[in-house]
């Protein structure tokens, strides 16, 4: 069983570059994949007359492939309809028995009053996350897998009401609590997918689980911790069954990123296992080897349609 993740960057019918553009390099990209189970961030939907809004974009991007024919479920808005931008997807050779999605359910919305907004803001206001985990059951003859999908908030500062001009900020002050609000979102995110985990095996002690997706965050940093729930961390042995192992250690250091920011190569996505699928854990692979700097000059997305992320793909012997 091959499983893999890949944010495959603002999936869309856009005008520069096309979506055929777009799919001549990464049609290539899935196919390498091979993957059984795929895990897809930032699929945008598309309207269509007198349909709801779906994943028209996708629909291109996979005819003639394998993936064409798997069982597939989305993230979708009150409306049951894809959202308009940064759809999670699960596309499975292998039957999907149960799907979810979960936003603030085991997390309330965050009070906080933002100190440089203007005008000022005399009492705290919600602070909630604007996407959701996608959470599949996935039926396997050797026993049925807990996979969950995320996207975790981006490190771009939120919205702080009159610091602002264009894109730039009027303050420093404002900049760097629009930063802290994004930090809190992120995290808060990562409290929500380990509450899930937990509750997984709170009923199955040895669940079959796999998260993977852009965390948006390196490894040692918060998100990716508090989701891995070292026993370093916990400092009870007890809770050692239920960490979760971060597959990118099997690669080697020097190939251990999926995305490029000023020369610097940085692990923003991830793949994590629970213990009881060691014994069938292979190998895994980062497909970065034409991975561009998005941060160069001229890196435009005329210039490179493909995603400015790498996927990651995990080999399992189910």
């Given at each position: 069983?091959?499983?893999?993740?890949?944010?495959?960057?603002?999936?869309?019918?856009?005008?520069?570059?096309?979506?055929?553009?777009?799919?001549?390099?990464?049609?290539?990209?899935?196919?390498?994949?091979?993957?059984?189970?795929?895990?897809?961030?930032?699929?945008?939907?598309?309207?269509?007359?007198?349909?709801?809004?779906?994943?028209?974009?996708?629909?291109?991007?996979?005819?003639?492939?394998?993936?064409?024919?798997?069982?597939?479920?989305?993230?979708?808005?009150?409306?049951?309809?894809?959202?308009?931008?940064?759809?999670?997807?699960?596309?499975?050779?292998?039957?999907?028995?149960?799907?979810?999605?979960?936003?603030?359910?085991?997390?309330?919305?965050?009070?906080?009053?933002?100190?440089?907004?203007?005008?000022?803001?005399?009492?705290?206001k919600e602070v909630?996350?604007?996407?959701?985990?996608?959470?599949?059951?996935?039926?396997?003859?050797?026993?049925?897998?807990?996979?969950?999908?995320?996207?975790?908030?981006?490190?771009?500062?939120?919205?702080?009401?009159?610091?602002?001009?264009?894109?730039?900020?009027?303050?420093?002050?404002?900049?760097?609590?629009?930063?802290?609000?994004?930090?809190?979102?992120?995290?808060?995110?990562?409290?929500?997918?380990?509450?899930?985990?937990?509750?997984?095996?709170?009923?199955?002690?040895?669940?079959?689980?796999?998260?993977?997706?852009?965390?948006?965050?390196?490894?040692?940093?918060?998100?990716?911790?508090?989701?891995?729930?070292?026993?370093?961390?916990?400092?009870?042995?007890?809770?050692?069954?239920?960490?979760?192992?971060?597959?990118?250690?099997?690669?080697?250091?020097?190939?251990?990123?999926?995305?490029?920011?000023?020369?610097?190569?940085?692990?923003?996505d991830h793949m994590?296992?629970?213990?009881?699928?060691?014994?069938?854990?292979?190998?895994?692979?980062?497909?970065?080897?034409?991975?561009?700097?998005?941060?160069?000059?001229?890196?435009?997305?005329?210039?490179?349609?493909?995603?400015?992320?790498?996927?990651?793909?995990?080999?399992?012997?189910?």
């Open positions: 069983m091959r499983v893999a993740t890949f944010n495959i960057e603002n999936l869309d019918e856009t005008k520069s570059p096309t979506l055929e553009e777009r799919i001549l390099v990464l049609k290539p990209q899935l196919l390498r994949l091979n993957a059984d189970i795929l895990c897809l961030q930032e699929v945008h939907g598309q309207e269509r007359d007198n349909q709801p809004r779906g994943l028209w974009a996708l629909e291109a991007l996979t005819e003639g492939t394998p993936y064409q024919g798997y069982n597939l479920t989305h993230t979708e808005t009150s409306a049951d309809q894809a959202y308009d931008k940064r759809n999670l997807v699960i596309l499975s050779r292998h039957p999907i028995l149960d799907t979810r999605q979960v936003r603030n359910e085991y997390v309330d919305d965050l009070m906080y009053r933002r100190i440089t907004a203007s005008p000022r803001e005399e009492e705290a909630s996350w604007e996407r959701p985990v996608l959470y599949a059951k996935i039926g396997h003859p050797e026993g049925h897998v807990h996979l969950i999908n995320i996207h975790l908030k981006s490190r771009l500062p939120s919205a702080v009401p009159g610091q602002r001009e264009g894109f730039s900020y009027k303050t420093v002050s404002g900049w760097a609590e629009g930063y802290f609000i994004s930090s809190m979102k992120r995290v808060g995110q990562a409290l929500e997918v380990r509450l899930m985990i937990d509750e997984i095996f709170d009923s199955e002690p040895d669940a079959k689980i796999i998260v993977c997706g852009d965390f948006n965050s390196e490894p040692g940093q918060v998100p990716v911790e508090a989701i891995a729930g070292r026993v370093e961390n916990t400092g009870n042995p007890e809770l050692s069954l239920r960490q979760l192992v971060p597959c990118s250690n099997s690669i080697p250091k020097e190939a251990r990123y999926s995305h490029l920011h000023e020369g610097h190569g940085n692990l923003l994590m296992i629970s213990r009881s699928l060691l014994a069938h854990y292979e190998s895994a692979e980062i497909h970065n080897e034409i991975l561009h700097d998005e941060s160069i000059a001229f890196a435009t997305d005329k210039k490179y349609p493909e995603s400015d992320h790498a996927p990651f793909v995990v080999q399992f012997s189910l």
